[in-house]
């Protein structure tokens, strides 16, 4: 199967940046769009931004301007660099995934990571 393995949560100082990483590992013949989502307590989970692997970016409103979203196709590597960090953006990481698992089908399944935290103290 495939497993998403993120890494680089912390806890930082509002303007501070960190950056997240997320490897995609298993049976993968390619992944279409890599996104990160994340979920603050008692709030739903939201998208903060996606790239498709031709590079395409969409980045949350709330973060446009401050966080950049990569990859490298190579390594089925997905990064978010996050700057200029607020207490708001406080919240669990989430990595996700929709791998091809075989070059006979167009059909792509969604994969999540387990999730890392990051914490904003003002």
């Known amino acids: 199967q495939v497993q998403l393995v993120e890494s680089g949560g912390g806890l930082v100082q509002a303007g501070g940046s960190l950056t997240l990483s997320c490897v995609a590992s298993g049976s993968i013949f390619s992944i279409n769009v890599m996104a990160w989502y994340r979920q603050a307590p008692g709030k739903q989970r939201e998208l903060v931004a996606a790239?498709?692997?031709?590079?395409?970016?969409n980045y949350a409103d709330s973060v446009k301007g401050r966080f950049t979203i990569s990859r490298d196709n190579a390594k089925n590597t997905v990064f978010l660099r996050m700057n200029s960090l607020k207490p708001e953006d406080t919240a669990v990481y989430y990595c996700?995934?929709?791998?091809?698992?075989?070059?006979?089908?167009?059909?792509?399944?969604?994969?999540w990571g387990q999730g890392t935290q990051v914490t904003v103290s003002s």
């Open positions: 996700n995934a929709d791998v091809r698992l075989t070059s006979y089908s167009d059909r792509a399944l969604n994969y």
């Open positions: 790239i498709s692997s031709a590079g395409r970016t």
